[in-house]
């Protein structure tokens, strides 16, 4: 059963959430995969909020699947024309969600999730270890916002993450369902920021930080600095926005509406 009113409007004191890829089998159709997204949030109180979401694309379109996590069946995705779909899990209530069953609340104890065709073969598989997870609630963390990207249909198609940790500033960004190898620029409050290329699968990962090592390249000057950043865009070749979303603060957000009204009244 739900909680009627867990998180409600009320900006939550921490959050963790874990991102895992699927990998396709051999019986998946060309291009398939996916993503579960797991996120844990708690509000004053105590009170906590779990949301469990499957997201799929490139299967079969039209057609019911069963999201498999170890033995439970989470429920049905029935994808669309284009063979995307999802399935949104949560303990509040609120739309778009079913009911997270009870067995499935506790993350930390989930290995494995399959999502099937009709005939029961496993289109896409993923093992909950390989998650890449991100504790928001760190006590050495000063800023952390996030804005979900959607498309022009309120579908999410990404996410970009935005942390400030003692002098280190990070921007990472990830978005899929694009063109494949098409060019993309990325628009933050206006100003471009950097041009990306879409994966042969139609994805984009990037990493940015004041601290570049890895994968991560140099934080661009229009980003700087991440704390006051209020909206990201996805732009194709003609200028048209494909995802946009605004930051969300996760961790003190006092001090974020005051950074970002200090802006606006500096600027006019």
Not at 153 to 163: D, N, Q, R
Request: hydrophobic fraction near 40%; charged fraction near 20%.
């Amino acid at each position: 059963m739900k909680e009627a009113t867990c998180g409600g409007f009320h900006q939550p004191t921490a959050m963790s959430f874990s991102v895992l890829h699927f990998k396709s089998t051999a019986d998946a159709p060309e291009g398939a995969e996916g993503l579960v997204i797991t996120r844990s949030l708690t509000f004053g109180g105590g009170s906590v909020r779990k949301d469990l979401k499957v997201a799929v694309e490139h299967l079969v379109p039209g057609t019911a699947y069963d999201v498999l996590i170890e033995t439970f069946n989470g429920g049905p995705i029935v994808t669309n024309d284009e063979g995307e779909g999802h399935l949104f899990l949560s303990t509040a209530d609120i739309p778009g969600a079913e009911p997270l069953p009870t067995e499935l609340q506790d993350f930390d104890t989930l290995q494995h999730v399959d999502v099937n065709n009709p005939g029961t073969i496993v289109m896409l598989a993923g093992n909950f270890a390989d998650a890449k997870k991100i504790d928001r609630d760190h006590p050495e963390l000063d800023y952390l916002a996030v804005a979900i990207l959607k498309d022009e249909k309120s579908i999410v198609l990404g996410m970009a993450a935005a942390a400030v940790q003692n002098d280190q500033q990070d921007l990472v960004l990830t978005v899929w369902g694009l063109a494949p190898g098409e060019t993309y620029t990325l628009e933050v409050d206006g100003e471009d920021v950097d041009d990306l290329t879409a994966s042969e699968r139609g994805h984009i990962h990037v990493e940015y930080s004041t601290n570049a090592a890895g994968h991560a390249l140099p934080l661009p000057t229009a980003l700087d600095p991440v704390s006051e950043l209020i909206r990201a865009e996805l732009q194709d070749s003609g200028g048209a926005t494909v995802v946009s979303g605004d930051f969300q603060a996760v961790v003190k957000p006092e001090l974020a509406i005051i950074k970002r009204l200090v802006k606006r009244r500096l600027h006019h």
